[in-house]
Structure formats: C-alpha cells, structure tokens
C-alpha cells in the first residue's frame, strides 16, 4: 500500500507495519519457543575490558535513532558485561536489531 508516491525510496520511515512485525518477534521469543545459545554461559571473556566478566542476559535492551526518533528494543538476549556493561547481542535479538539498522 504506497500513497505517497512522491517520497523516494532511500527515505527510511519505520512504520506502523514494521513495528508490529518487531513486536510480534519479540513477543515469539517470550514464549521460549527459541532458546538463546547463549544462554547458561557465565563468566566469559569480555571483548572491552578483558576481565572475565560477560554473562548470560536476557534482559538486554537496544537504543536506535530513526528518523529522530528514538526507538528502545527491550527484552533483548545475549551477553552482558557486569563490569564495564558491554553487550554482545545473540542472533535472535541481531536478527531484530538489523531489521531496524536496514531501514537507516
Ligand atoms: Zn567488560
């Protein structure tokens, strides 16, 4: 459905089809239908600081700016830091974040 012919296509607009589809992936990945690979790992090596400090998290959360719009994912899986607070995201939550990244 495309009414506004006149905008060109590199012009990123999040809409609300795009936001329901997020919604609906996280809300898939809530019910455990997918468990993270990630997960039970603890104390691991983290890439910014070095210590062995990188954990298991799944209370992750993603900032994005889209067309001055901040946008937060939460909920997100993967590894956290409990030093320094660097995040590694797991594919799942990759997968999200990218569908979003695309659109910048
Ligand atoms: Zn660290």
């Known amino acids: 459905m495309r009414t506004m012919g006149d905008i060109p296509e590199n012009i990123p607009i ?17 019910t455990g239908e997918k468990e993270s690979p990630m997960r039970g790992i603890k104390d691991i090596k ?10 298991y998290a799944d209370d ?3 900032d994005v700016i889209l067309s001055g719009e901040r946008i937060v994912i939460p909920n997100l899986t993967g590894l956290k830091c409990s030093k320094c ?15 979003l990244n695309l659109m910048t």
Request: glycine share 4%.
């Open 14 to 30: 999040i809409t609300q089809e795009m936001m329901e589809k997020t919604t609906t992936e996280i809300a898939k990945r809530n």
């Open 46 to 55: 983290c890439p910014s600081c070095g210590d062995n400090t990188m954990s």
């Open 60 to 62: 992750l959360a993603f």
């Open 85 to 99: 607070g660097e995040a590694a995201f797991d594919a799942s939550s990759t997968k999200i974040i990218d569908s």
